[in-house]
């Protein structure tokens, strides 16, 4: 009989730890935030590759739905290492067509009730920003002053990553075929 109370017992414990543990790591999110300082673990730059992985992870794993095409990717606040602080993707699946936002508080799904008049991205493909800036070494450090400053945006649009930014030296854009690398 000693052994039903001490099994009854060593639950409840497990169970008190447990539902301890999950209330005060919400306690703390709670109390940062209240502070002033939030202790948000959501990174503040993305790569296009988790903004991608993140759109592609709307739809229940098990639900069939038909497969998501890209037409156009938007990077705004890029890192000399190639995240961003927000990335807009517009994105088909089936007759809807939307963009999806990614930024540090998360992704958001917008509804765009018009089509996209631009060519497919096929996303397994092409290069990402990280190989881009990778072959560009001196440009991207001449863009972003060594790192200490951001480049305004990257688009993809067809076949072609345009980088955007603004310095005090002026107004700078860059093409390059989102296949090779190469400029355009």
């Given at each position: 009989?000693?052994?039903?109370?001490?099994?009854?017992?060593?639950?409840?414990?497990?169970?008190?730890?447990?539902?301890?543990?999950?209330?005060?790591?919400?306690?703390?999110?709670?109390?940062?935030?209240?502070?002033?300082?939030?202790?948000?673990?959501?990174?503040?730059?993305r790569?296009?590759?988790?903004?991608?992985?993140?759109?592609?992870?709307?739809?229940?794993?098990?639900a069939?739905?038909?497969?998501?095409?890209?037409?156009?990717?938007?990077?705004?606040?890029?890192?000399?290492?190639?995240?961003?602080?927000?990335?807009?993707?517009?994105?088909?699946?089936?007759?809807?067509?939307?963009?999806?936002?990614?930024?540090?508080?998360?992704g958001?799904?917008?509804?765009?009730?018009?089509?996209?008049?631009?060519?497919?991205?096929?996303?397994?493909?092409?290069?990402?920003?990280?190989?881009?800036?990778?072959?560009?070494?001196?440009?991207?450090?001449?863009?972003?002053?060594?790192?200490?400053?951001?480049?305004?945006?990257?688009e993809?649009?067809?076949?072609?990553?345009?980088?955007?930014?603004?310095?005090?030296?002026?107004?700078?854009?860059?093409?390059?075929?989102?296949?090779?690398g190469?400029?355009?």
């Amino acid at each position: 009989m000693t052994r039903i109370p001490f099994l009854f017992l060593s639950i409840i414990v497990v169970v008190f730890i447990l539902l301890s543990g999950c209330v005060s790591s919400q306690e703390n999110k709670i109390l940062g935030e209240v502070g002033g300082e939030s202790k948000d673990t959501e990174p503040a730059y993305r790569s296009l590759g988790d903004a991608i992985g993140s759109a592609l992870a709307l739809d229940d794993i098990e639900a069939v739905v038909p497969e998501k095409e890209f037409y156009y990717i938007k990077g705004t606040g890029i890192q000399i290492d190639a995240t961003a602080r927000e990335w807009m993707l517009g994105m088909k699946q089936g007759n809807e067509t939307f963009f999806y936002v990614v930024n540090k508080w998360g992704g958001t799904k917008v509804p765009w009730s018009r089509q996209f008049q631009y060519e497919e991205i096929p996303i397994y493909y092409i290069k990402y920003p990280e190989e881009l800036f990778i072959e560009k070494p001196l440009l991207i450090q001449d863009l972003t002053d060594g790192g200490t400053r951001e480049i305004d945006e990257i688009e993809l649009i067809d076949e072609t990553y345009i980088l955007t930014t603004e310095t005090n030296r002026g107004f700078f854009e860059y093409r390059f075929n989102a296949y090779t690398g190469i400029e355009t």
